[in-house]
């Protein structure tokens, strides 16, 4: 009588678990369908900053659309073909290519460019930091640094790129 009482809650456990899987892969596979991006957050997304940032987003960039994203200080457009971190690690001091867009300082990663990565793109002198990262090397990162700088450029600036004439 005992090993069958432990047989059916075997029974039962199993058909449990089994069932909890296929929630699980259902719930899965609905987050995939519905187009919802997963962004790792940044150490720092939480700070209000990000929040005001993300507000002033625009619903499309280059001609893409804002998807919808799973992640806290964090926007996409066209698929994730455009990939905004905020509250990413502020930059330490870099001799990497540093371009100024309406006051804001944005610092290129030229070791992914260089690896085939995105481009990927970090705000400089500002914490938290903003990071956008292209997947594409035809969108015209300069032209969604000019758009994304209105929500960007209230972060304050701690300091600044410098280049040698500075020095």
Not at 38 to 59: K, N, Q
Not at 102 to 120: C, F, M, Q, S
Request: glycine share 12%; proline share 5%; charged share 25%.
């Amino acid at each position: 009588m005992r090993g069958s009482a432990e047989g059916s809650a075997g029974r039962r456990k199993k058909a449990l678990l089994a069932g909890l899987g296929v929630l699980a892969l259902a719930a899965t596979a609905a987050h995939a369908l519905s187009g919802t991006r997963s962004v790792e957050p940044g150490p720092f997304a939480s700070d209000a900053h990000c929040g005001r940032v993300l507000a002033e987003l625009p619903d499309e960039l280059l001609g893409k659309d804002r998807d919808p994203v799973e992640g806290t200080g964090a926007a996409s457009w066209g698929g994730g073909a455009v990939v905004l971190r905020c509250g990413v690690q502020p930059l330490a001091p870099t001799t990497d290519t540093c371009l100024n867009v309406n006051g804001t300082d944005w610092v290129l990663d030229e070791e992914r460019a260089k690896h085939g990565g995105p481009r990927v793109l970090t705000t400089y002198g500002r914490a938290p930091a903003v990071e956008i990262a292209f997947a594409q090397d035809d969108l015209l990162a300069g032209d969604a640094l000019v758009v994304v700088d209105k929500a960007v450029r209230d972060i304050p600036q701690q300091s600044r790129c410098i280049g040698l004439s500075d020095t």
